[in-house]
Antibody, heavy 119, light 107 residues
Framework: EVQLVESGGGLVQPGRSLKLSCVASGFTFSNYGMNWIRQAPGKGLEWVAYISSGSSYIYYAETVKGRFTISRDNAKNTLYLQMTSLRSEDTALYYC????????????WGQGVMVTVSS | DVQMTQSLSYLAASPGESVSISCKASKSISNYLAWYQQKPGEAYKLLIY???TLQSGTPSRFSGSGSGTDFTLTIRSLEPEDFGLYYC?????????FGSGTKLEIK
């Protein structure tokens, strides 16, 4: 069974940093591109970042470019999101999601981890 | 960026009825469109990709149609477990973007 479990969220002050993790199981992690997607309270979904299976291709939303870094450790089956210079507008539930290889879209999602940026 | 518009934010229907949820792209995205379902306490679930292809495990009462800019998710003969939130998403180009969601509730 495919599982994606996020962790690392919490309350952080504006301007500080936080690192999210997503541990994958139930599939060959190194074969799949992965994404971070977020949802602010009461708002819709916003794609944040993508990393290809071998980390060769990385893309970011403009709203986080230069502040967030997506990375992965295929030996540990773990996806990361390093977030720096956090702002109140980064407050959201952050999901990791697998990019389908033969299917379009995100074929598996985690349950999400909450990040609250507030003084 | 490709803007995805779901014109209905809320829809109420009764079990057994059929409903359609629309999604419009601000430019042509061919058929690079996915539909997701979210139910409280559960992870998002991919229902349909390529505009009309059912993901493995999606019940056949779900169908998707459209290409270019206009897409529709149809659910025939609603079951109680179908109530929840539905989002469309384009993967034609980055940034990947989502519709604002349609909440399907029991009437």
């Amino acid at each position: 069974e495919v599982q994606l479990v996020e962790s690392g969220g919490g309350l952080v002050q504006p301007g500080r940093s936080l690192k999210l993790s997503c541990v994958a199981s139930g599939f060959t992690f190194s074969n799949y591109g992965m994404n971070w997607i977020r949802q602010a309270p009461g708002k819709g979904l916003e794609w944040v970042a993508y990393i290809s299976s071998g980390s060769s291709y990385i893309y970011y939303a403009e709203t986080v470019k230069g502040r967030f870094t997506i990375s992965r450790d295929n030996a540990k089956n773990t996806l990361y999101l390093q977030m720096t210079s956090l702002r109140s507008e980064d407050t959201a539930l952050y999901y990791c999601a697998r990019r389908g290889t033969t299917v379009g879209g995100f074929d598996y999602w985690g349950q999400g981890v909450m990040v609250t940026v507030s003084s | 960026d490709v803007q995805m518009t779901q014109s209905l934010s809320y829809l109420a229907a009764s079990p057994g009825e059929s409903v359609s949820i629309s999604c419009k792209a601000s430019k042509s995205i061919s058929n690079y469109l996915a539909w997701y379902q979210q139910k409280p306490g559960e992870a998002y679930k991919l229902l349909i990709y390529s505009g009309s292809t059912l993901q493995s495990g999606t019940p056949s009462r779900f169908s998707g149609s459209g290409s270019g800019t206009d897409f529709t998710l149809t659910i025939r003969s609603l079951e109680p477990e179908d109530f929840g939130l539905y989002y469309c998403q384009q993967y034609y180009e980055k940034p990947l973007t989502f519709g604002s969601g349609t909440k399907l509730e029991i009437k």
